[in-house]
């Protein structure tokens, strides 16, 4: 483990960057106790928009950034988001992706702090300590070279992000050259596959 400070702040520089930003499809593992959920999800960091599909019961919950709300098969949740709680509302499937929606920074709502990193192979594994009580320790584990999150732990949770193949079969996603705030830009550049307008 490197407790020097330099390395941890560059280990948590690069895990909240959380990625280069192009969305991806991944399955996402979220168990706390003996309760275990499986979930398909969807995102686009950069555009602030997921989806979450339930594999138990195909229940899918997505967020509108339009109207600031969580929709669970499509009927909005009954109180919409302010930017405040953008993302501390985010259910637990889509947490990994959006990592300052963890509470794991050392913020005055954080459990947990970052204490020390380690590199093992391709990724980076931050070691956490509780807030309250010392003695409790947890750990989140990224992508050294993208950033993404892989896993949280704790001794009262377990999440899990397996990320999926390219949407491309292998290509290359340029979701990034997007830019700078029209999350509208990619519906209208591909107006065949745009079913909102």
Not at 7 to 20: E, F, N, T
Not at 119 to 141: E, K, M, Y
């Amino acid at each position: 483990m490197d407790t020097s400070s330099e390395q941890l702040a560059i280990a948590i520089g690069k895990a909240l960057g959380a990625g280069d930003g192009t969305s991806y499809d991944a399955m996402a593992l979220c168990q706390t106790g003996n309760h275990v959920e499986r979930y398909a999800i969807s995102v686009n960091p950069r555009a602030f928009t997921w989806s979450a599909t339930r594999l138990i019961d195909m229940s899918t919950q997505t967020f509108d950034h339009r109207t600031l709300t969580i929709q669970t098969d499509g009927v909005d949740e009954p109180y919409s988001l302010t930017i405040e709680r953008i993302p501390f509302s985010f259910p637990e499937s889509v947490k990994l992706a959006f990592p300052l929606a963890l509470p794991i920074w050392g913020r005055p709502m954080d459990e947990y702090h970052p204490v020390s990193c380690e590199v093992n192979g391709p990724d980076t594994t931050l070691l956490l300590r509780h807030r309250q009580d010392a003695t409790i320790f947890g750990s989140f584990t990224f992508d050294s070279e993208s950033g993404i999150a892989k896993a949280l732990i704790t001794p009262t949770s377990f999440l899990k992000l397996e990320r999926k193949p390219g949407r491309n079969d292998g290509g290359y996603d340029f979701g990034f050259v997007a830019g700078s705030g029209d999350p509208d830009l990619q519906n209208r550049l591909r107006p065949a596959e745009n079913t909102d307008h």
